[in-house]
């Protein structure tokens, strides 16, 4: 409901200055008047704009974490359970967030269903906070009158999403450190340490080797060159930050981070079990075929996957069954694909859809566990083959040198 600042006089004649809620200006009049107030002037409530808040913002540093979201579904769920009338708990949980761009999200959710707006309705004016799986999940429930189940249904998949991407990033952090550690300590021997021995080769007129003299001239490089390999180091990533924000250069991106060599299957699978743990959870929901692929396909969060899924979709429109369509797309497994004929023959395809969720599940959570005893071996072997390049490189001169004074 709008909110309204006033100024007006009292019943003793002192002027007196508030707020209130009130469908319109007059509403507001109206109110002040039976309680004894003489209303002077009435204008809207504007909130005072925080520009630091605005700042943050439009460089996307105010996020909403899927961790507020998981809660956000659980608390949903609980006030639905108890039959607290949805727009009073809405009301108590926008004040109970400490993140502004949630708890602001959620007062124009309610403002909205004030307004007559319908639940799913006022959630879709908010792209980025609520997902249209969320949006169309909302829907399903309110249509159903099981609001609260949707809310749980999206309360679980939220939590098995956030421990698939937790498992994935502790796997990746200890690689991340190692090779983020091996660029600094090259760049510290090129920069400081090989310059010492080039000027000591240099005034005894050693014959240098040529892994010697590569080694030098990249040191010399970098030692002349640093603030254009800084700057070109910048704007690449600059440039590469830009372009992936771009719906051509995030398709990109997003192909090859499901071919990259090690980490691109995990990454592959891992999409596939949200797939198709959000179609099973949408067509249990009642949600149409065409329809529920639709929206799984935008909730994975890989556009290099979804173009494939929605590539399924319009062989569904063409009158081919579901098999069909992904085989033709090839991005399931062949065991994948039998769950698959099973269920489109049995009528049973959001359980065998959860089964194979559950089947990518076991083995993303397989090769997550073992990646870090395949990846450091690599490491190990890689930073001692590069240590030994560049002593090599250094102290083949010295030993020259030692032939000389024998």
């Known amino acids: 409901m709008p909110k309204f600042t006033y100024e007006a006089r009292n019943n003793g004649g002192a002027k007196v200055n508030g707020s209130l809620e009130a469908a319109n200006a007059s509403a507001a009049a109206q109110q002040l008047i039976q309680s004894g107030i003489t209303p002077l002037q009435i204008e809207p409530f504007e909130k005072k704009r925080n520009i630091w808040r605005e700042l943050r913002r439009s460089l996307g540093l105010e996020k909403t974490s899927i961790d507020e979201l998981i809660l ?33 999200a959620i007062e124009e959710v309610v403002d909205d269903l004030e ?17 249209p799986l969320f949006v169309n999940m909302v829907r399903v429930g309110e249509t159903a009158g099981r609001l609260d189940e949707a809310f749980w249904h999206l309360f679980n998949y939220y939590e098995h999403d956030r421990k698939t991407i937790n498992q994935i ?34 005034k005894n007129n050693l014959e240098l080797p040529v892994p010697t003299r590569i080694i030098m001239g990249v040191s010399n490089f970098m030692v002349d060159y640093w603030p254009l390999l800084l700057g070109i180091v910048a704007l690449t990533v600059v440039g590469l930050g830009r372009y992936i924000h771009t719906d051509k250069g995030r398709l990109w991106f997003d192909e090859i981070k499901v071919r990259f060599w090690l980490i691109g299957d995990i990454v592959l699978r891992a999409t596939l079990g949200r797939f198709a743990r959000t179609l099973a959870m949408a067509l249990n ?17 890989n556009e290099y996957v979804s173009s494939k899924i929605l590539g399924m979709r319009d062989g569904l429109e063409r009158g081919e069954s579901l098999l069909r369509a992904a085989m033709r797309q090839q991005v399931f497994t062949p065991i994948v694909m039998q769950m698959i004929a099973v269920g489109e023959e049995t009528g049973r395809l959001d359980e065998m859809l959860d089964e194979i969720a559950g089947f990518y599940d076991r083995e993303v959570d397989y090769d997550v566990s073992n990646l870090n005893a395949i990846i450091e071996p690599m490491l190990t072997v890689g930073m001692a083959g590069l240590v030994l390049l560049l002593m090599l490189g250094i102290f083949l001169p010295m030993w020259n040198l030692v032939d000389m004074i024998k």
């Open 285 to 301: 929901a009642g949600v149409p075929v065409l329809q529920a692929i639709t929206v799984a396909a935008r909730a994975i969060g």
């Open 115 to 131: 307004a007559g707006r319908e639940l799913s309705g006022a959630m879709s004016r908010h792209p980025k906070l609520f997902s």
């Open 72 to 104: 956000f579904c659980r608390q949903c769920y609980t006030l639905n359970r108890a039959g607290v009338p949805i727009v009073r708990g809405f009301h108590l949980l926008s004040e109970s967030y400490r993140n502004p761009l949630f708890s602001e």
């Open 169 to 202: 990033k502790t796997a990746l952090r200890y690689p991340f450190f190692v090779l983020i550690a091996l660029i600094l300590a090259v760049t510290v021997i090129m920069v400081f340490v090989i310059p010492k021995f080039a000027q000591f080769y240099s």
